[in-house]
């Protein structure tokens, strides 16, 4: 139990000086609203790369306005996924704002984009026009259902629904639900880094770019990974289990005297020592329990068994119990636990920058430690056009005259098709 929660047990990882980062030099065009893109673009701004975040005059990234809650104005939700990158309002609408993008991504390493499909090729910004000029540019598109699929609407709910991903989340007896938080935009997000990152790689190898095609309905098609193998090995679609697995059992969610505990029993030697934890040597001999696949067949007969039990003692109580029997479990937290815990104190998952509007805000650390430390906050979440002049004298060379001309909004028009429309939601 003295991991779960009190004070730190060491010093944070540090966030400050270190190595130039893997990214340093990569420059990346991020033409990306909403979440599967931006998140994209922060796990390689966090990484290192110059990322120059392209959006809208006066609008911005929709997210923008996503809320409450606001700090001072600006979303918590923009603000979550856009740090380390920088803000240049540009319009598609206008010739000289289209052109400014245009060098801007063949002068860049990568370019992402999440528009509707069909809307870059309409701008000259899709791979096959860029790349005409730029061979060794790396595109990446992120979208709904593909490139090859322009008329699906391609929101994190729908995908998580033609996905599958719903028919096994939820209780046994309710609907089909979705997941607390977009998984779909998220690792849409994260497979298009993968793929780019294994582009960058192989670029250096060959000098050749690669045209990237990621939908958040493949990805969540890939995250179904053991349900889809016992659908694929039986021909019957799983069913949803609620908090607890389809194929190994006990494991999931009980209720202690006060409070719920998360319990991961993964051999049936942790079963044995399980029952001895609980006290209840019954059980472990019992054989009808003697395997894991007896025990799922079991299963209605075991789990009523162990929550009898387990309802009498606090989570304190069964978590040092399972510790010390070298069982896997743990408490359920809400976020403010959790940011709080050693866990994520500990790991630097929890820092703080100053934003120029909002003040001191706080950000998720990354997820990954290099050289034992935290990829850095080198820039906080930009405010809209903050970094438009910096960007096209640094990028562009572009005197006054050629910024003043690019930065004017096209004439209004009525039209909904600036480009802007992302092509997934929260």
Request: glycine share 10%; charged share 25%; with cysteine.
């Given at each position: 139990?003295?991991?779960?929660?009190?004070?730190?047990?060491?010093?944070?990882?540090?966030?400050?000086?270190?190595?130039?980062?893997?990214?340093?030099?990569?420059?990346?065009?991020?033409?990306?609203?909403?979440?599967a893109g931006p998140y994209c673009t922060l796990l390689l701004g966090d990484l290192g790369a110059d990322v120059i975040k392209v959006e809208a005059p006066g609008i911005g990234d929709q997210s923008r306005v996503w809320g409450p809650p606001f700090i001072s104005g600006e979303s918590s939700y923009f603000l979550s996924v856009n740090r380390n990158k920088r803000s240049a309002s540009l319009d598609l609408k206008s010739e000289a704002g289209l052109r400014a993008v245009t060098a801007l991504a063949l002068a860049s390493d990568v370019v992402v984009e999440n528009f509707k499909p069909g809307t870059a090729a309409r701008l000259g910004l899709d791979a096959d026009t860029l790349r005409a000029s730029q061979p060794d540019l790396i595109h990446a598109s992120i979208s709904g259902f593909g490139q090859n699929r322009p008329t699906l609407a391609g929101y994190d709910q729908i995908a998580q629904g033609t996905s599958g991903l719903m028919s096994v989340t939820g209780t046994a007896d309710g609907p089909p639900t979705k997941v607390g938080v977009p998984v779909g935009d998220i690792t849409a997000g994260m497979f298009a880094a993968h793929a780019i990152l294994a582009a960058l790689v192989e670029r250096n190898r060959t000098g050749s770019g690669r045209t990237i095609d990621v939908a958040l309905n493949d990805s969540l098609l890939a995250l179904l990974t053991y349900q889809a193998g016992r659908f694929f090995a039986s021909g019957e679609p799983p069913s949803r289990t609620g908090n607890g697995h389809a194929t190994i059992v006990p494991y999931g969610t009980f209720e202690a005297?006060?409070?719920?505990?998360?319990?991961?029993?993964?051999?049936?030697?942790?079963?044995?020592?399980?029952?001895?934890?609980?006290?209840?040597?019954?059980?472990?001999?019992d054989p009808r329990f003697e395997t894991n696949a007896q025990r799922q067949v079991a299963r209605a007969e075991l789990i009523p068994e162990i929550q009898r039990r387990v309802r009498h003692r606090s989570r304190r109580d069964w978590l040092e119990r399972f510790e010390a029997h070298g069982i896997p479990a743990g408490p359920i937290f809400d976020m403010a636990e959790a940011f709080s815990s050693p866990l994520a104190t500990d790991r630097a998952m929890r820092l703080e920058v100053d934003h120029p509007t909002a003040g001191r805000i706080s950000q998720v650390g990354a997820p990954w430690k290099l050289d034992g430390r935290s990829s850095p906050i080198r820039l906080p979440p930009p405010t809209l056009?903050?970094?438009?002049?910096?960007?096209?004298?640094?990028?562009l060379g572009y005197d006054d005259a050629l910024i003043l001309a690019a930065t004017a909004s096209a004439p209004a028009d009525g039209s909904s098709e600036p480009g802007w429309r992302p092509v997934e939601s929260a």
């Open positions: 139990m003295r991991e779960w929660g009190g004070m730190p047990s060491k010093p944070e990882l540090a966030e400050g000086d270190q190595q130039p980062l893997p990214l340093a030099g990569v420059r990346v065009l991020d033409l990306t609203h909403a979440l005297a006060d409070g719920f505990i998360n319990v991961a029993v993964g051999s049936d030697a942790q079963f044995r020592r399980f029952c001895d934890a609980m006290e209840a040597p019954e059980l472990g001999a056009g903050e970094h438009t002049t910096e960007v096209l004298r640094e990028v």
